[in-house]
């Protein structure tokens, strides 16, 4: 028998609230062509490409809302998204979230390298920020707040979805495809997912990172389908 002190009390982290991914069924109703925002008008830019880059490439809401036109670059002949904090108005929740990201390609299917294009020539310093910053050190707050009123009325009103899921599930879809953790890691921005992964500066190539990322897929193909735009320049980036 065990005696009364051979037992002691192990502290537990107390966790934040939990975010959970979005469902199959609940992304058909975020992306249905029938509700989601018109691409064309320049006024929907934010809150048409904002959900969608959160859900192909991971990204923190802020980290996609604070872009600069010069954040989009091509290496090794593939377009990337760099996430940096270079700018008094832009800031990454750590040094390991600092990343260049290739782009996925149905966001390019989608017309987001025209998109890019089009703010380039219109000499736009930021991709989103005219019609969401409003407040000095925040760009995100307009898409958070529309966001929120978005999936509330479409019957999502479950406290553990917001924008961030789309971050889980991202990261779920990731394990799912078995991509490996360090690209996981490249990918997402995160610096303490897996034993032996948090090595700050270590380069990946951007080549192979672009194959892991084209394993990320979802089941709502028919409703991408139908949002593509047409709001194209002629212009390749």
Not at 40 to 49: E, G, I, Q
Not at 155 to 164: A, L, N, Q, R, T
Request: hydrophobic residues 30%.
């Amino acid at each position: 028998p065990y005696s009364l002190n051979e037992f002691v009390d192990v502290p537990q982290k107390i966790e934040q609230f939990k975010r959970a991914p979005f469902e199959s069924d609940e992304l058909r109703k975020i992306f249905n062509p029938d509700t989601y925002p018109n691409p064309k008008s320049r006024s929907n830019a934010a809150r048409f490409w904002v959900p969608l880059i959160g859900l192909y490439q991971g990204c923190r809401l802020n980290e996609i809302c604070q872009l600069d036109t010069a954040d989009i670059v091509v290496i090794k002949k593939i377009p990337c998204i760099s996430i940096n904090d270079n700018g008094k108005d832009k800031s990454v929740k750590n040094k390991g979230s600092e990343r260049i990201i290739p782009i996925h390609p149905q966001l390019i299917q989608l017309g987001f390298l025209h998109y890019v294009r089009y703010c380039q020539q219109n000499h736009s310093h930021k991709l989103f920020s005219d019609k969401i910053k409003l407040m000095k050190s925040s760009y995100k707050r307009g898409v958070q707040a529309w966001f929120c009123r978005y999936i509330d009325g479409l019957g999502i009103d479950d406290p553990s979805k917001v924008f961030h899921s789309f971050r889980h599930t991202f990261a779920t879809k990731a394990i799912e495809k078995r991509i490996p953790t360090e690209y996981q890691n490249a990918l997402g921005g995160w610096v303490d997912r897996g034993i032996g992964q948090r090595i700050y500066g270590h380069k990946r190539d951007i080549r192979v990172m672009y194959q892991e990322l084209c394993k990320i897929k979802y089941p709502i193909n028919r409703e991408l389908k139908e949002l593509e735009t047409e709001f194209k320049t002629g212009i390749s980036l």
